[in-house]
């Protein structure tokens, strides 16, 4: 039971952490802390937002702004935001009414006597878009979390985005330009404290892309470095082979010549051999003519001999 237990919670604290991470991988938190007293200034610092880059424009992206409300914004039961494009501040809701939806209008609702918004049903309206400037306005201090949508239109216009107001990029004092292509969140009247935002895809603010520019620069150069190493390698092990198949040819050559010579040797001492073969037979025929010569002499002898003896033996009788 005890170790059932134990796995069970380690299971369920494995769970729980993977939700964390995936929701943290999804969350931006402001950067700019004066955000939360003062209005009208960008939740982020140092003039920094959220890469236009980074978001899929092939796909809608639901936005969570987590926040709390300051005393003044207490006190006036009102505080607001405008979601907008970093290139000037320009209200997406204004740039087009399409760009945003998941709130309710506020020339759309009805107010009751207490001049508070309430919807078709009668009941009280908790947020609203102002319409004629595109500000988020939130009218339920109980309220600390809303969510709306960016239309995958919105976001791909937000990577290429005309600079609101001036019509053209900043240029930088090294001569770049900066196209302030992306997204950002400016505070309202009486202060919203936001303290976090949440996104249904993975961004990364413009400071974080360009930190990793150079950090991918140099991973290139490396890939490129090493297909030159490998490119030169490969030309080092053809000439190494291109060199042994020389060296072969020139062995192969060297013993096609050796072969060459030793049947030369070979024919000429064939016809030593023959030489002396013939030599040795005129000398054998020459011993045989004399052999026969001295024969048909001593025949001859013998005969004169014999002749002489009968001749011897006529007169003695």
Do not use: H
């Not at 997406?92 to 945003?100: C, G, H, K, R, S």
């Not at 969140?185 to 249904?200: A, E, V």
């Not at 040797?265 to 000398?283: F, G, H, L, V, W």
Request: proline fraction near 2%.
């Amino acid at each position: 039971m005890r170790i059932s237990k134990i796995i069970a919670g380690m299971s369920a604290m494995a769970i729980a952490s993977v939700m964390a991470v995936t929701a943290n991988a999804n969350s931006i938190a402001p950067t700019d802390e004066a955000a939360a007293s003062k209005e009208w200034i960008s939740t982020f610092a140092d003039g920094d937002y959220v890469a236009g880059s980074s978001f899929d424009p092939n796909s809608d992206c639901e936005v969570t702004v987590n926040f709390e409300w300051t005393d003044k914004g207490s006190e006036a039961s009102f505080c607001a935001f405008k979601p907008a494009f970093a290139n000037g501040w320009e209200s997406l809701f204004l740039a087009n009414p399409d760009y945003i939806s998941g709130w309710p209008l506020k020339n759309d609702l009805e107010t009751n006597d207490e001049e508070q918004l309430i919807d078709e049903n009668g009941d009280l309206v908790p947020f609203a878009i102002q319409d004629d400037d595109g500000w988020f306005q939130i009218y339920d201090t109980s309220v600390t979390s809303v969510t709306f949508t960016m239309s995958a239109a919105c976001l791909a216009d937000m990577q290429d985005n005309v600079y609101y107001g001036n019509g053209a990029a900043t240029t930088n004092d090294d001569g770049t330009t900066t196209d302030w292509d992306g997204f950002l969140i400016q505070t309202g009247n009486n202060g919203i404290n936001i303290t976090s935002i949440d996104f249904s895809q993975d961004v990364k603010l413009q400071s974080e892309v360009a930190a990793e520019a150079p950090a991918e620069e140099s991973k290139a150069e490396e890939e490129s470095k090493a297909e030159e190493s490998k490119a030169e390698e490969s030309k080092a092990d053809e000439s190494k082979t291109e060199s042994k198949a020389e060296e072969s040819k020139t062995e192969s050559k060297a013993e096609e010549s050796k072969a060459a010579a030793n049947n030369t040797n070979s024919k000429a001492a064939t016809t030593t051999t023959t030489t002396t073969t013939t030599t040795a037979t005129s000398s054998a025929a020459s011993d045989n003519t004399n052999q026969a010569t001295g024969a048909t002499a001593g025949l001859a002898l013998a005969g004169l001999a014999l002749a002489g003896a009968v001749a011897v033996v006529s007169k003695r009788k």
